[in-house]
């Protein structure tokens, strides 16, 4: 019963987080002369953007399944 109280926690603090890290990663794809990035290298950013911000609320990096879920829904949300 824990662990199912645990994981809708977990799941809930992913709508906050990645709404969070959408604006933020979706922004930070740019190049060094300020310009968008297009194609894979705004994938990769935002890719990288989401891996780095997969932390939990209490500050400690996301592993496993939750990296994995926030990282694949921050990616979606991104564009």
């Known amino acids: ?13 992913f709508g906050i987080g990645s709404a ?3 604006s933020s990663c979706a ?3 740019v190049s060094k002369d300020g310009k968008p990035l297009a194609g894979a290298a705004r994938t990769s950013s935002i890719k990288k ?3 780095d911000s997969a932390v ?7 592993s496993g399944a939750a990296k994995t879920s926030y990282v ?7 564009g």
Do not use: N, W
């Open 20 to 22: 969070i890290a959408q």
């Open 56 to 62: 939990s609320a209490e500050g400690k990096k996301l």
């Open 27 to 29: 922004t930070k794809a």
């Open 72 to 78: 694949k829904k921050c990616q979606t949300d991104a």
């Open 49 to 51: 953007c989401c891996e």
């Open 1 to 13: 019963m824990t662990r199912i109280v645990a994981t809708a926690f977990l799941i809930s603090l």
